[in-house]
């Protein structure tokens, strides 16, 4: 099992109506949909690409996908650069 506190891995965690994922200074937030309740587990880490378990309030568990590099470019950051040594990703609060 992954620590929050092993180097590498970054940290995905549902705030409020957000979500939030931090690795070292770099925080992203932004809004996932009505129904989300928590992330459960991250099943694939692919450099920026998210396949997550998560608890809905109407769909029970499901799987969502989330593009991190597509939230970086947009954001004007370099996704490879910023990305490059993330090992995995944990849930937080889960």
Same mark, same amino acid.
């Given at each position: %099992?992954?620590? %929050? ?29 009505k129904d989300h309740i ?28 989330i593009d991190l590099s ?25």
């Amino acid at each position: %099992m992954v620590t %929050m506190t092993e180097t590498g891995y970054a940290k995905l965690r549902t705030h409020g109506r957000y979500t939030q994922f931090a690795y070292n200074d770099m925080v992203i937030t932004f809004m996932h949909g009505k129904d989300h309740i928590k992330y459960l587990a991250v099943k694939e880490w692919d450099e920026g690409y998210l396949v997550v378990e998560c608890l809905g309030r109407i769909k029970g568990e499901y799987e969502e996908y989330i593009d991190l590099s597509y939230i970086l470019e947009n954001l004007y950051m370099d996704p490879e650069e910023s990305l490059r040594d993330i090992k995995g990703v944990v849930i937080e609060n889960a």
